[in-house]
């Protein structure tokens, strides 16, 4: 008998992207699990249209503290995590299917083909040969965090299997549409790393930032040959140089003097003791507050 293979989405107004993933999943998958944080369009009709059983969890910034409730809804034998932006061309779906059959493993390693501003990449750390991640395991060999960008965690003693990158054996990831697109996740997901590091620690000085930034433009931009993704590359090494930079100002910021709501608070009291000086006392009488000033030709 075939072992059983579900997926698990998670999902927070998808209806543009949503059915690309499905089409490439319904044919082979067997179960197929939308957990959704209340979508405002039609994310969940699409789902249910395709035979997903649709889930809720609370909205939330970021999807990974969702990842390990939308574990826990899966009942296959074998479970592929996929985001609601990704497909799964055909020939990895066949792969997976074989592995799942077989047996040899528990942890399959796939590698990604990103889209960037329209194409795809092939170097700046972020190109098929270069980025590899666990998507496809047996139950409960896998854990969930709500680590940004590193919710999933293999239970030790699993067997790791990895698909060579060849064209056909990369879930496509049509990750971002142009720069607008990444600055405004960058503000959210600098927000959601910097609160993470801050309650786990972590601090951060003027000079480590920059340190940071540094390596960072020189592992996409120099040893992950970004130069050779041409504009894309150069500009994404600088986006991401720049990511490096919000999210040590976020954590130093955290660290120096509290949350946005504290420094609003301690604004509004400022404002409260420079408007206690004018109580009922009388306004000055104009002429004191006149100064003769002498503007000449050109100033």
């Given at each position: 008998m075939a072992?059983?293979i579900s ?9 543009k992207n949503?059915?690309n993933?499905?089409?490439s999943?319904q044919p082979?998958?067997d179960?197929?699990i939308?957990v ?7 994310t969940v ?10 889930f809720f969890h ?11 409730f939308a574990?826990?809804?899966a009942?296959?034998?074998?479970v592929?995590?996929l985001?609601?932006d ?5 020939p ?5 299917m074989?592995?799942?059959s077989?047996?040899k493993?528990d942890?399959v ?8 501003f329209?194409?795809p990449?092939m ?9 590899r991640?666990?998507?496809?395991f047996r139950r409960?060999?896998?854990r969930?965090t709500s ?5 999933l965690h293999l239970?030790?003693?699993?067997r790791v299997l990895?698909i ?9 990831h ?18 959601i790393e910097?609160?993470q ?6 601090r951060?000085?003027?000079?480590g930032?920059l340190?940071?930034?540094a390596k ?10 970004g130069?050779?993704?041409g504009?894309?590359?150069f500009?994404?090494?600088l986006?991401?140089?720049f ?7 976020k954590?130093h910021e955290?660290t120096?003097f ?7 608070a301690?604004?509004?009291q ?9 109580g009922d006392a009388?306004p000055?009488?104009?002429?004191k507050?006149l100064v003769?000033?002498s503007?000449?030709d050109g100033?």
């Amino acid at each position: 008998m075939a072992p059983k293979i579900s997926v698990v989405i998670n999902t927070l107004n998808e209806e543009k992207n949503l059915p690309n993933a499905l089409r490439s999943l319904q044919p082979w998958i067997d179960e197929i699990i939308i957990v959704d944080m209340h979508s405002e369009d039609r994310t969940v009709e699409i789902a249910r249209e395709f035979g997903a059983k649709v889930f809720f969890h609370e909205r939330l910034d970021f999807a990974d503290p969702a990842r390990a409730f939308a574990l826990e809804q899966a009942s296959g034998d074998w479970v592929l995590v996929l985001d609601a932006d990704e497909v799964i061309p055909f020939p990895l779906s066949r792969a997976l299917m074989s592995i799942a059959s077989t047996g040899k493993g528990d942890v399959v390693l796939v590698h990604l083909l990103n889209y960037w501003f329209g194409d795809p990449l092939m170097h700046t750390n972020t190109g098929p040969f270069q980025t590899r991640q666990l998507r496809f395991f047996r139950r409960h060999h896998v854990r969930a965090t709500s680590t940004i960008h590193n919710y999933l965690h293999l239970i030790p003693g699993s067997r790791v299997l990895e698909i060579k990158y060849e064209p056909g054996l990369a879930i496509v990831h049509f990750a971002y549409f142009d720069s607008r697109d990444f600055i405004e996740k960058l503000n959210r997901y600098t927000n959601i790393e910097a609160r993470q590091a801050f309650e786990k620690g972590e601090r951060i000085t003027p000079a480590g930032a920059l340190l940071r930034a540094a390596k960072e433009f020189a592992a996409r931009y120099i040893k992950g040959q970004g130069f050779q993704d041409g504009w894309r590359g150069f500009y994404i090494s600088l986006f991401y140089t720049f990511y490096r930079i919000v999210a040590a100002a976020k954590l130093h910021e955290l660290t120096a003097f509290g949350s946005r709501e504290q420094v609003e608070a301690r604004y509004q009291q400022e404002a409260e003791e420079i408007l206690k000086a004018y109580g009922d006392a009388a306004p000055p009488a104009a002429s004191k507050l006149l100064v003769e000033t002498s503007v000449s030709d050109g100033q």
